[in-house]
């Protein structure tokens, strides 16, 4: 199922990889790394350092036939915690959302002639010193919102913050404390984007209203470790997949907050999960220390492990579905063109301590 195209050593630790989707510039992506100089000193190697300076770096990759990494861009960056690019364009451009180890929510545009990024904005999340910036989401999940775009951001204080983007500016409408320690995720409901959720270290999965300056009103306490990962599905309404360190994958649907829809034991510690962008029926999940898996959800009450990839070496922590169509994955791999029982996906992957990126294929039946 999955299959190896490319390795990329990234020298420090890699931890995410985000593929663009915006048409014409789907063969981008980038990946964002995090190492503490010179000692890490804590086996919690995202958030304690013991004063130790965190670096980073951002990579831009393009992929060219047949199947070939090609390095753009190399950011000398603080440590990058997450990245998300803007599912549309705003104000006619194509934008990278970074929080980092400083503590910022950064936004990158992309110049188009020139394929590589550049810092157009960026502003603290939190008055607090120190902080870490750790996930971010926009409100654009659905392709829609383009004219009221906002940033939801969670930090290690525990605190969930929302920004408004207009005019190249980026202004907190409102935080909230929500979580007793870090606050790993946040992310908005993409068909309804007044609200928005996260997890907490402390096991919690919460629910706000933004209207009401990000009000709780809804607490999950499934989890039985740290809420990790959450992501709202796109083509189906009601429907959110959350991953916790308790390495079950949980499908929810979010008319009701009591319970699951289901439980599915992935191994490892879940860290990441991503809809496939083409009909959101498959999961992407980062499991840590049991490396990436693909879930079939099509069955919300019984979701199935399809294809397994081993061929990391450290911590399974970032990983992305391109957003090419499959003609275009055809051109670029040079396949042959009648594979209509086959569907071919390119995914990115990376891991920590090996600092190791990966460009592979997925295959299944379509």
Known sequence: MFKTLET????????????????????LF?????????????ENSVTKSSGQKRLGRIFLFKIVAPGKLKLFQQLEVPAV????????????????????SLGLLQVFKLDEGEE????????????????????????????????????????????VSLFSFGQSKLECLSSQEAHEFEAWITAFDYWNTDVIYSGGDDCKFKKFDSREGL??????????????????????????????????????????????????????????LKWDPYDCRYLLAACMYSG??????QRKDNPQVIAEYHDHQSIAYGCDWSFLPGEKVTEILSLPENQSTVQTSLAA????????LKLSTIKFKN
């Not at 990245?83 to 990278?96: F, G, P």
């Not at 360190?245 to 649907?253: A, I, N």
């Open 292 to 297: 990436f898996r693909v879930v079939d959800c």
């Open 30 to 42: 980038v990946c964002g790394t995090y190492q503490l100089f010179p000692e890490e000193s804590s």
């Open 116 to 159: 590589r990024i550049e810092l157009l904005v960026e502003t603290s999340v939190c008055t607090e010193d120190p902080v870490l910036a750790l996930s971010l989401d926009w409100s654009t999940g659905r392709g829609t919102n383009a004219q009221d775009v906002k940033i939801t951001v969670s930090d290690s204080k525990g605190c």
């Open 349 to 356: 992957t990376c891991s920590f301590y090996d600092h190791t």
């Open 215 to 272: 009000q709780i009103i809804g607490t999950n306490r499934s989890h039985e470790a740290g809420v990790t990962s959450l992501h709202s599905n796109a083509m189906e309404e009601f429907s959110l997949a959350s991953g916790s360190y308790d390495e079950t994958l949980r499908l929810w649907d979010t008319r009701n907050f009591r319970r699951p829809v289901s439980e599915t034991k992935l191994g490892g510690g879940i860290w990441r």
């Open 8 to 27: 990329f050593d990234t020298e420090f630790s890699a931890d995410s990889v985000e593929w663009c989707p915006i048409e014409g510039f789907q063969d």
């Open 81 to 100: 915690l997450d990245m998300k690019w803007a599912h549309v364009r705003c104000q006619d451009k194509i934008l990278l959302g970074v929080v980092n």
